[in-house]
Nanobody
Framework: QLRLVESGGGLVESGGSLKLSCVASGRGLSPYDVSWYRQRPGTEREFVASVWSVTGYIRYAESVKGRFTISRSNLKATIDLQMNDLRPNDTAVYYC?????????WGRGTQVTVSS
């Protein structure tokens, strides 16, 4: 069982920055593809960014490209999301996600609120 715990959320003004972190425990992180998702008020959970385990391939949602940066450290078992130029529409609960084959795990989320 892989346990994921997010931190780093909070309240920030429009144009500001936050760095989210996700710490994995229970198993080694290296075999897992990892991602960040978010759920904005009144909407479905949506993909934000991912980094694959083997190739390190990184992908972003169009809405965050150029503003957010995902990174991972298998040694520290962490997945970070640096968020710059935040906008009110980025307000959401942000979730860490890990997948390997048919096994998938979610964190409980961290709230990010961007004021205008």
């Amino acid at each position: 069982q892989l346990r994921l715990v997010e931190s780093g959320g909070g309240l920030v003004e429009s144009g500001g920055s936050l760095k989210l972190s996700c710490v994995a425990s229970g198993r080694g992180l290296s075999p897992y593809d990892v991602s960040w998702y978010r759920q904005r008020p009144g909407t479905e959970r949506e993909f934000v960014a991912s980094v694959w385990s083997v190739t390190g391939y990184i992908r972003y949602a169009e809405s965050v490209k150029g503003r957010f940066t995902i990174s991972r450290s298998n040694l520290k078992a962490t997945i970070d999301l640096q968020m710059n130029d935040l906008r009110p529409n980025d307000t959401a609960v942000y979730y860490c996600y890990a997948r390997r084959d048919t096994s998938e795990y979610w964190g409980r989320g961290t709230q990010v609120t961007v004021s205008s």
